[in-house]
């Protein structure tokens, strides 16, 4: 493992950073989200040993967003196996921006490109086994209680009714895939869930621990319980490296080198084997949908303490 970062570094390095928060813009299609403020800032590590440091506004909440697709992946993997999730999502980076259409009418039979954009979400999330919304989301807020041994995570009902009015590009996205049977069952339900998974609560000190759990190989650092396979947990670890950051994973991948997820609520999780996970919220957005902090902050500490895994 490399060297620790001490609680000290990571409050000098949120003060450098704090400047950018004002290069972006917190996101507003979600009306909800909107509200946020700039410089409410957090970063939490969960080591690979079980320590943990944290700086920041680390006990605000935030909506996980697109981070919920790594998890929801996970789940759908154990609930349904890989070939028959592969069978209707693709494994290709797409180059794209999350929620793009575009490539859904290129491939024949229609296949989303991968579970990280939207489309290839909006699948996985119509296979997460439930046969109600509420029961499938349910399903996956067990799973994350298991992950961060915290029962108390629930899903925010105001910016999940927040999305769902306005999701209007993801609905579009559901009924071509309905229409090319991509998906089945309704549209409005498996939106339902989705918005309600996009919008379940953590804190940065939950989210390096789910980090830190993918990081494990899956098991948990406190119990020791496998709680997604090995090979499951890879499977999501190589989908952060080549899609966790949409259209600008590759250029994260030279930056930084850390296999992570963002999600439009400004949150970024990274999870490196042997070291843990790490997990930074600032809640303004560069261009591509991801934490202008966030990046700059896993910039440097990846530069700092050599992390990149290539
Ligand atoms: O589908 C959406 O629009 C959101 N709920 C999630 C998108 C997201 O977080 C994209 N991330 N950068």
Redesign the pocket.
């Known amino acids: 493992m490399s060297d620790k970062i001490s609680k000290e570094v990571l409050t000098e390095w949120l003060e450098i950073v704090r400047p950018f928060a004002h290069d972006g813009h917190v996101?507003d299609?979600?009306p909800a989200l909107a509200k946020k403020h700039p410089e409410d800032l957090a970063v939490a590590i969960h080591y690979h040993d079980g320590t943990t440091v944290s700086e920041g506004r680390d006990e605000d909440c935030f909506?996980?967003?697109?981070?919920?697709?790594v998890i929801a992946l996970a789940l759908a993997l154990m609930d349904n196996g890989e070939d028959y999730v592969f069978e209707r999502v693709g494994m290709e980076p797409s180059g794209d921006p999350?929620?793009s259409i575009y490539r859904l009418e290129q491939h024949n039979p229609s296949k989303p490109l991968n579970p990280m954009i939207?489309a290839g979400?909006?699948a996985v999330t119509n296979m997460i086994h439930g046969v109600t919304p509420d029961e499938k989301v349910g399903r996956l807020l067990s799973f994350i209680h298991e992950m961060t041994d915290d029962h108390s995570i629930r899903h925010s009902e105001e910016v999940a009714s927040s999305?769902f009015e306005t999701?209007f590009?993801?609905r579009a996205l559901l009924y071509y895939m309905k229409q090319h049977q991509v998906v089945d069952g309704s549209v409005e339900e498996t939106l339902d869930a989705?918005?309600k998974q996009?919008?379940i609560e953590v804190n940065v000190k939950q989210l390096a621990r789910i980090g830190a759990l993918f990081a494990n190989e899956g098991r948990d650092l406190d119990s020791n319980r496998q709680i997604i396979s090995k090979h499951f947990a890879r499977i999501c670890k190589t989908f952060m490296v080549t899609c966790g950051?949409?259209d600008a994973s590759g250029a994260f991948a030279i930056k930084v080198g850390i296999p992570a997820k963002?999600?439009?609520?400004g949150a970024v999780v990274g999870s490196l084997n042997k070291f843990g996970g790490i997990a930074v919220y600032g809640p303004a957005?560069d261009e591509?949908?991801?934490s202008v902090v966030g990046l700059k902050l896993l910039e440097m500490m990846s530069n700092r303490y050599d992390l990149s895994i290539f």
């Open positions: 996101a299609y979600i909506t996980l967003q697109s981070i919920s697709k999350f929620h939207n979400a909006l999305e999701a590009l993801n989705y918005t996009c919008a950051m949409y963002s999600g439009v609520s957005l591509k949908g991801n």
